[in-house]
């Protein structure tokens, strides 16, 4: 057994460090739902510049911010299309259809990307009542179900120009928008730019215990207000833990680099191992997805012998495991987690 156990299940499970709980603790508050809290105003304040949009307004969690974003840009029975592995997809409950009456219609790749041929065949508009008139895409980057792939900011570009010329809006799931930017360089306004909404989480790779963010332009911020206050996403003396984002924000982005680097060491060790189907190549940021079918062992049995053995990760899909590098690991978690990974998965009968 490790000399604790080594917790690679999400990005989500960092604590607040000491300088965190201290910023938290001095924060100067006020009442967000009235609009007076100033820590919550500068956290927003500092978003939208990092993200080159006029505002932004501050989320409890990335699935409202989400949903909030299509509520705001959509109304009832109109259509939405996204990849079919998108997190709206697979971790929101079926929050559009639920909360706002909306189609999905998916279209998938191995990797997260849109194809803007494939999709203006599907377009459709107010001209028959048969249809659901299409009104917003929307992309994630980085892609978690596709192994946390960077979306390259061509593509977003040409699906920016194909809503263009479809009159549709176009958001992004952003919320490790964070690790798209420090894998790649670019500028995360560059990121955003393509974009009408774009969602960004706090509380995944950069460490903070509660939020999100969703920058917009001016005009559509007091429709994001109405949605989040619709969802229940009103907070007073929010400012607590708008002082953990802001905090996040000045120290914990350029640190990302680590954990993309430590996501590769594992994925290569991961790759030697017998029955596990691994490909370094594609390990772009924080997150490792090995196959276990080789093994013989389904990912759910796998995922509770490596918990027994003191490695926590998470099964995404009968055959495939998932760990996920981040702050509160570092290089000696790392290492000996792969040694603990292939000591298991070498043990098993098949």
């Known amino acids: 057994m490790p000399r604790r156990p080594i917790d690679l299940r999400s990005d989500t499970v960092t604590r607040p460090s000491e300088g965190m709980r201290r910023a938290m603790f001095e924060a100067v508050v006020g009442d967000d739902v009235l609009g007076d809290d100033p820590t919550v105003i500068r956290l927003q304040e500092r978003t939208a510049e990092l993200l080159g949009k006029p505002a932004a307004l501050f989320f409890p969690s990335g699935t409202q911010a989400n949903q909030a974003a299509l509520h705001a840009q959509t109304g009832r029975g109109d259509e939405v299309f996204l990849h079919a592995q998108a997190h709206i997809i697979y971790y929101e ?110 509380s995944k790779g950069l460490g903070a215990p509660v939020g999100s963010l969703v920058a917009c332009d001016a005009e559509l911020l007091p429709r994001l207000v109405r949605a989040r206050k619709l969802l229940g996403g009103g907070m007073r003396q929010a400012g607590i833990l708008a002082a953990a984002g802001l905090y996040a924000l000045e120290h914990n982005i350029a640190r990302l680099a680590e954990d993309h680097r430590r996501a590769r060491f594992l994925a290569e060790r991961l790759a030697r191992v017998p029955g596990l189907r691994v490909d370094p ?44 590098a981040h702050l509160d690991v570092d290089d000696a978690d790392v290492e000996e987690a792969g040694e603990l990974v292939a000591s298991v998965v070498e043990r098993l009968p098949g």
């Not at 999709?119 to 929307?138: F, I, K, N, S, Y």
């Open 93 to 202: 409950q079926g929050g559009a259809a639920v909360l706002s009456g909306l189609q999905l219609r998916c279209f998938d790749s191995p990797d997260g990307t849109l194809d803007p041929e494939a999709m203006a065949e599907h377009v459709h508009t107010d001209a028959d009542p048969h249809w659901a008139p299409t009104r917003l895409v929307a992309l994630e980057n980085t892609h978690n179900h596709c192994g946390g792939l960077v979306y390259p900011l061509e593509g977003a570009r040409a699906v920016r120009a194909f809503c263009d010329r479809n009159g549709l809006r176009l958001h992004l799931d952003g919320a490790r928008l964070w690790n798209a930017h420090v894998a790649t360089g670019a500028p995360l306004a560059d990121l955003a730019a393509p974009f009408d909404t774009v969602s960004v989480c706090l």
């Open 281 to 324: 190549g594609k390990v772009q940021t924080n997150m490792v997805y090995a196959g276990t079918r080789g093994s013989g062992t389904p990912a759910a049995d796998l995922v509770r012998q490596l918990e027994a053995a003191g490695v926590w990760c998470l099964d995404e899909g009968p055959w495939t495991i998932r760990l996920v």
